[in-house]
């Protein structure tokens, strides 16, 4: 994949004047994970920023100039990741940083890196509930934003869903991270208050060639299915164990396991009716736009990939806030997001036509509300957003949705059961 390098902050602001010629870049860090278990997502997300900086730049750029990245490869470990970002933030002095993907990736560039240095983080994937909490508790000086729904939210839906799909005594393996930990835990609390049983609950550690001991240990008390908290290579190799073993061959996959590259590791046969949940989308004009361009520019991604949708998003609230605030520097920025979706600003959408009157009134001053490729999207005093679950199944090797929980079905939900 192509990966953009430029000239840091101090370029950016050398712009051109003269003909209406854009010669400076206006530089955003992007850290993805490239490589490793959230390969995968990390460049369906990194793709989708750059269409949407492509949209924005073919719109007129921002400040005079245009939206550049400047990607590095987290290799989905969180050490590589505060170096990455710490070089972007100290040395190329960007304004913001774009990432991570997954929470064990977000977290230590949060608390390392982009909140002591007062530099916006936008994941467009990291759904730990811990972020929130690190709000709460004011550790992040309200520069971190994300554009997907907290796992605190999605343990509710996957606890109702396994439920209502007759789902009521499952073994449960997570990742043994920070993401996986809490959607263990939020969905155990909400899958047994609803009248679930829970026979074992087994942590594994990350790029094992072997998972044949955990699978054993889950085993115990007989489950009838397996809910599966994991990213597609290493799930691939739990799956395949647990099917080996004799394990009943009914699954609850989180939303990271929608992946054509998990179902064909596994074999579809396999996997055939296996339920899943994801953060779902609200179809806009965005959506469609999204879809029915994405994969000219994503080299054969498909816009369906897990995180493609909200990067999109996470990409074009930046860029728009960028514009808003009228320079590229940090605090003015995360000042400024919240007014690119303000619910009483005019409805804009994704692409390039549309970007051009985002562009124009806030040049004049006047609110816009971006409607995302995952629908609405505001965001709370955390940085957080509430939204719709999709619902879905894989059948005949494909991910087929079934339904979608909206967010105050889940609400209710999470009443319910207090």
């Given at each position: 994949m ?5 000239p ?17 870049d206006?530089?955003?860090g992007?850290?993805?994970e ?11 997300g ?7 900086f ?6 007129g ?9 400047d ?6 470990q969180?050490?590589?990741?505060v ?10 002095q960007?304004p ?14 949060l ?9 916006v ?7 730990s509930p ?6 709460r ?19 509710i ?17 997570h ?8 959607m263990?835990r ?5 899958y047994?208050?609803?009248?679930g049983t829970?026979?074992?609950t ?5 790029n094992?060639?072997?998972y ?6 889950a ?5 009838e ?29 989180n ?5 054509t590259d998990?179902?064909?590791?596994v074999?579809?046969?396999?996997l ?5 949940t ?17 994969a ?8 369906s ?6 990067s ?22 995360r ?12 409805v804009i959408?994704?692409g390039?036509?549309?970007f051009?009157?985002?562009l ?19 965001f709370?005093?955390y940085?957080?957003?509430?939204g719709?679950?999709?619902l ?27």
């Amino acid at each position: 994949m192509t990966l953009f390098k430029t000239p840091g902050l101090a370029a950016a602001l050398l712009c051109a004047t003269t003909l209406g010629a854009q010669a400076c870049d206006v530089t955003i860090g992007m850290v993805m994970e490239l490589t490793g278990p959230a390969g995968a997502y990390g460049q369906a997300g990194a793709k989708s920023v750059e269409m949407a900086f492509r949209d924005i730049n073919e719109a007129g750029g921002v400040l005079g100039c245009q939206l550049v990245t400047d990607t590095r490869d987290s290799q989905s470990q969180g050490n590589v990741a505060v170096d990455q970002a710490t070089q972007l933030v100290n040395i190329k002095q960007v304004p913001v940083i774009i990432g991570g993907i997954i929470s064990s990736v977000s977290i230590p560039i949060l608390t390392s890196v982009t909140a002591p240095a007062k530099v916006v983080q936008m994941s467009p994937a990291s759904s730990s509930p811990t972020l929130t909490q690190l709000a709460r508790d004011g550790k992040t000086g309200g520069y971190f934003f994300r554009t997907i729904t907290s796992d605190a939210l999605q343990g509710i839906a996957a606890a109702k869903y396994a439920m209502d799909s007759g789902l009521k005594k499952m073994a449960l393996i997570h990742v043994n991270n920070d993401f996986g930990l809490n959607m263990a835990r939020e969905f155990t609390a909400a899958y047994t208050a609803m009248g679930g049983t829970i026979t074992s609950t087994t942590p594994y550690n990350e790029n094992q060639p072997n998972y044949g001991a955990e699978v054993t240990a889950a085993m115990g008390g007989e489950p009838e299915a397996l809910y599966l908290i994991s990213y597609p290579v290493d799930g691939a190799t739990i799956a395949r164990a647990w099917i080996s073993q004799g394990g009943p061959q009914k699954f609850l996959l989180n939303d990271g396991m929608n992946s054509t590259d998990f179902i064909t590791a596994v074999g579809a046969e396999y996997l055939e009716g296996a339920y899943g949940t994801s953060s779902g989308t609200t179809e806009t004009a965005s959506t469609k736009y999204f879809y029915d361009n994405y994969a000219a520019m994503s080299g054969g991604i498909e816009p369906s990939a897990p995180a493609a949708d909200r990067s999109y998003d996470a990409g074009a609230i930046i860029g728009l806030a960028v514009a808003k605030a009228g320079k590229a520097e940090s605090t003015a920025i995360r000042d400024a997001i919240r007014s690119v979706v303000d619910p009483k600003g005019e409805v804009i959408y994704a692409g390039p036509e549309e970007f051009k009157k985002a562009l124009a009134l806030i040049a004049e001053g006047k609110p816009i509300n971006y409607q995302g490729v995952i629908g609405n999207v505001a965001f709370d005093e955390y940085g957080d957003i509430s939204g719709p679950f999709r619902l879905w199944q894989i059948k005949g090797g494909e991910v087929v949705t079934t339904g979608e929980m909206s967010a105050e079905d889940v609400a209710a939900a999470k009443a319910e059961i207090k």
